[in-house]
């Protein structure tokens, strides 16, 4: 989520973690209005981390969501921090997975302006499931969490759902679990090399992971609910 300051179905012996858009006999391209809904977030983003550098220096801290915020009455909190960013790297490298990852789900919800609206619906409430775990797991907590983080991970799990054929795969199944098992082992690696500074002596990045966890199960587990109704 965070900070705090296609897919091929498995074949044996071994899942194919291959994520791919799913075809339906329309061109392998994505057509340029896929990509309207990431660009608005970004764009709400950067105008945001634009707006703070100008007026506070790049703190953000405000927007951030905590207990203690919420327990002050900051609710607002639970939308906000999805636009806010520590940093240049941070906010650029959220970046880079929304631009990359928005328009293959905007497709395969549909695509178009239904796809898009439903992306964005999405987006917003995996940002929120994202942080609503940080707050439940952290119920005195006092620092707060910003980025879009807990959003993309939800973004990463309903794309973990897709089979070749954008069909939803069972969350039973071993190449479901195998998916899993990749994103924990990302969120693990991001986590440690961020802590290496502490250990150096010196300040560091904490990582939401919390955040991250939520967003990401949002997305397994209500990916249905955004896909488009099939007839026939």
């Known amino acids: 989520m965070s900070q705090k300051p296609s897919a091929t179905e498995g074949r044996h012996p071994a899942p194919d973690l291959t994520v791919s858009v799913p075809r339906t006999g329309?061109?392998?391209?994505?057509?340029?209005?896929?990509?309207?809904a990431a660009v608005i977030l970004l764009a709400l983003c950067w105008l945001a981390w634009g707006w703070s550098l100008v007026t506070?220096?790049?703190d953000m801290r405000e927007w951030g969501v905590s207990a203690a915020a919420l327990q002050e009455g900051r609710w607002d909190t639970l939308w906000l921090h999805m636009f806010a960013h520590a940093g240049l790297f941070h906010i650029g490298m959220n970046s880079l997975v929304l631009f990359a990852?928005?328009?293959?789900?905007?497709w395969a919800m549909g695509g178009g302006i239904g796809g898009s609206l439903r992306f964005l619906?999405?987006?917003l409430l995996a940002g929120l499931a994202g942080a609503l775990l940080y707050v439940g797991l952290n119920p005195e907590g006092t620092i707060p969490a910003v980025g879009a983080s807990g959003a993309i991970s939800g973004m990463i799990g309903f794309i973990s759902r897709l089979g070749s054929k954008a069909q939803l795969l069972p969350l039973a199944s071993n190449g479901m679990w195998a998916r899993i098992w990749e994103?924990?082992?990302a969120n693990l690696i991001l986590i440690a090399i961020f802590a290496i500074p502490f250990f150096l002596g010196g300040t560091g990045i904490l990582i939401a992971w919390e955040g991250h966890l939520g967003g990401f199960l949002f997305g397994l587990l209500a990916a249905g609910l955004f896909m488009p109704k099939r007839h026939g």
């Open 121 to 123: 619906a999405f987006y």
């Open 183 to 185: 994103f924990v082992k």
């Open 101 to 106: 990852f928005g328009g293959p789900v905007v």
């Open 26 to 36: 329309r061109p392998r391209a994505l057509p340029p209005g896929t990509h309207a």
């Open 56 to 58: 506070q220096g790049g």
